[in-house]
């Protein structure tokens, strides 16, 4: 079992080294001298193989896989250990925690800052809420849990499903924790042709799950809603991209993070 106190291991894929030390380097959280394990990896193939080498590799029981592009505020990890002792009396079997998910039944928990979707998702809550799936932004697990991620889910979609539903395979809950965090991200006008890879490799792996809501879109049996949203994308992208309305990263993420005033107990 876990201590509330303990160090943990944060694991970050790096695929630009400017973003990287901008926005989850420069985190508030990291400002005071520490002792947890950063394992900040380039070059990886997929988040699933990636995440699996880190989980053998981690020094600590608890693990968080973060976008490189996630601010966590000075309050985060307090925010952390306050669900951790929460769920230590409630579930101390949990699966996966996260800071931003779904529920089977579309219903969306969690309270972040998003800048490729402009602006605040969710709302503020008190004590982790039980959720079908987690946002990839943010995956929190144990590896005393014995959970692994798909090695033949390739790229870096839908992993944060995966997790979630190897948890449920196993009788373990998924849970969105109250810990605000700041996603400094892009818009995602288009989904590329690996999101399509790989949603159909979840839909075929975990299709007895089906219908699976995620933070992006729904898999269903007949695909119905990926075509909806597709649809609604490329009717969009073109005025998007001719009128220079896509939002981008903001350029200072930490003074933007202190002017959201979230840094602070959740």
Known sequence: MSTLNETVTFVVPVSDNDTYEE?????PL???RHQHQILA????SSASKLYNWAIDKSLTDILVFVHQDVLLPASWLRNLRKALKYLAETDPLWGVLGCYGFTKDSINHGHLYCSG???ILG????????VQTLDEIVLILRKSSGLYFDNTLPYFHFYGTDICMAAADRGMKCYAIPAFCFHNSNQTVLFPKEFLKCYNHIKKHWR???PIRTSCLLIDRFNYYLY???I????RYPLLRSTGKIRRRVKDPVKFLEKLKYDKED
């Open 23 to 27: 926005n989850f380097s420069a985190s």
């Open 30 to 32: 990291f400002n005071e």
């Open 41 to 44: 990896i380039q070059n990886a």
């Open 117 to 119: 979707n402009g602006g």
């Open 123 to 130: 709302r503020q809550f008190d004590c982790p809420v039980e």
């Open 208 to 210: 007895k799950y089906l």
């Open 228 to 230: 909806k949203v597709y």
């Open 232 to 235: 609604r994308q490329i009717l």
